[in-house]
């Protein structure tokens, strides 16, 4: 299957800073990507959808102005959680789908925050 | 609105054929069967997807019944590696819907 990575896999910040979180698809081109979080013991729940080139779309209840997305080019997409608070802390996953791909949804590994 | 309804959990002896139903009654004539597996502290993992025929592959087998309102996602072999979080999602092809997890089965394998 296709594969999809993440940077870093897992961050420690302190209360009010910024993280950003790359999301890369390696060895296929990702026309949409999106952006998942999960709580301890919960399913994950989409924040938002991008496309290449374009603005998110972001899910009902999810900050856009705390959680901001791009997806500047067909491989490479970042979620940078601006000034994050510990309520931020959680797991975080990529997906991606692409040409090619029978547009099945390919995932990222996910990156644990914690934020102090 | 729940699309899927899955047992919240099963266990599978190690060996033996793990069989995971999956109900989605509602399922509309462009919709896809995608199933997913989640092992702890990692993100989803891809295994199969089916519109209506039978599909097989490498990991597993994916039997729909004839009127598409349930299916079973079957681990021929199961290993103490296939212990994970099984989700079983509906989802039209092609499109800009979005795959929605429910709660899953989680599935357990017994030495």
């Known amino acids: 299957g296709a594969v999809v990575s993440q940077h870093p896999s897992w961050v420690i910040c302190k209360s009010g800073t910024s993280v950003k979180i790359e999301c890369r698809s390696l060895d296929f081109q990702a026309t949409t990507m999106f952006w998942y979080r999960q709580f301890p013991k919960q399913s994950l729940m989409l924040m938002a959808t991008s496309n290449e080139g374009s603005k998110a779309t972001y899910e009902q209840g999810v900050e856009k102005d705390k959680f901001l997305i791009n997806h500047a080019s067909l491989t490479l997409s970042t979620l940078t959680v601006t000034s994050a608070h510990p309520e931020d802390s959680s797991f975080y996953i990529c997906?991606?789908?692409?040409?090619?791909?029978?547009?099945?949804?390919?995932f990222g590994p996910g990156t644990r925050l914690t934020v102090l | 609105d729940a699309k899927t309804t899955q047992p919240p959990s099963m266990d599978c002896a190690e060996g033996r054929a793990a069989n995971l139903p999956c109900n989605h009654s509602?399922?509309?004539?462009?919709?896809?069967v995608y199933w997913y597996r989640q092992i702890h502290s990692q993100g989803p993992q891809y295994i199969i997807h089916?519109?209506?025929n039978n599909e097989t592959n490498e990991m597993a087998s994916l039997i729909i019944t004839e009127d598409r309102k349930s299916s079973t996602l079957i681990l021929p072999h199961a290993t103490l590696r296939d212990t994970a979080v099984y989700y079983c999602i509906v989802r039209a092809y092609f499109g800009n819907e979005k795959l929605t997890f429910g709660t899953g089965t989680r599935l357990t394998i017994i030495p």
């Open positions: 089916g519109l209506k």
């Open positions: 509602t399922i509309s004539g462009n919709e896809y």
């Open positions: 997906s991606a789908r692409g040409q090619g791909l029978s547009d099945t949804q390919y």
